[in-house]
């Protein structure tokens, strides 16, 4: 039998798209022989409030620039072109339809991850897709929860921790950055840097919008 499409699928804000996000799909790509990436910028996040993000014509350029020169790397409009806010398990449940023949690498944070525990149906999601959880080296599951330590070993065939050297870099980060005039090169493409230039995106954030990464 032929061997089955394997497609990433890196959803997030990209508030802006950043080497973090980057390394984190190339390195998917690699340890787990993924034939393509998708990338997909949200339309509506669901757990920002809408006069925090910034206008999805910006982050949907950004993500299509950073990702241009990576063959592998496509943004797919999926979640922006829907109404309302994107649910994971919708968007898995959308891509299942799309592409029926292929297997699905949901990526993300950790932490991201760890939040599954809270969603109604975790097991479905697995059902959907595997998830690869990155984390900053070093993590150790061991120091997590019981809960979570069993959870992550019962679905161990689905559920994979990725240990990437630039997961300290944080979109939260280079906005306060710009905001403050300090220098974002080396955090996101040159040409993802110029875009921010040329638009004047994040020069006006307020001292209230910094601070940790949620
Ligand atoms: P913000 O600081 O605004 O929350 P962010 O840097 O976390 O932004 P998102 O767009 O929220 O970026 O994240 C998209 C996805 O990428 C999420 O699954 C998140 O966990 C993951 N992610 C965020 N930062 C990194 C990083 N440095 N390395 C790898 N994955 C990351
Ligand atoms: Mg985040």
Redesign the pocket.
Known sequence: MARKRRIGI??????P??Y??L??AERARGDYELDQVLFLPSGTPPHKPLDQVTDVKHRYMMTVLATLTNPYFEVSRVDIDREGKSYTIDTLRILKSIYPESELFF???A??ILEIMSWKNPERLLELSEFIA?TRPGFCLENSSQQVVEWFKRNNKRLHLLQ?P????????I?SRVAQGQSIRYLVPEVVEHYIKKNRLYHSQHPDREGC??
């Open positions: 890196m959803g997030g804000t990209f508030d798209i950043h973090g996000h390394v984190t990526i993300t944070g932490d991201a990155a990437v630039a997961m300290a870099i944080s979109s939260t980060d906005r990464d949620e």
